[in-house]
């Protein structure tokens, strides 16, 4: 993979990932390891109830 400079889409996946998909996967990967995320309006939503049904559905 050629450097590609900062600022720039790098390759993942032999395709490219644009700054703003980065910044998106890593808030994802932030509130998945967190188990909550605060709303737009400022409230605190967890995760920890849709986590286990889903968990205990697979």
């Known amino acids: 993979m050629r450097n590609l400079g900062a600022g720039k889409a790098q390759l993942r996946g032999g ?5 703003r998909l980065r910044g998106i996967a890593k808030e994802t990967e932030r509130i998945v390891a967190e188990g909550r995320y605060r709303a737009p309006r400022g409230h605190q939503v967890s995760l920890d109830g849709p986590i286990a049904r889903a968990a205990g559905a697979t």
């Open 15 to 19: 395709k490219r990932m644009s700054a």
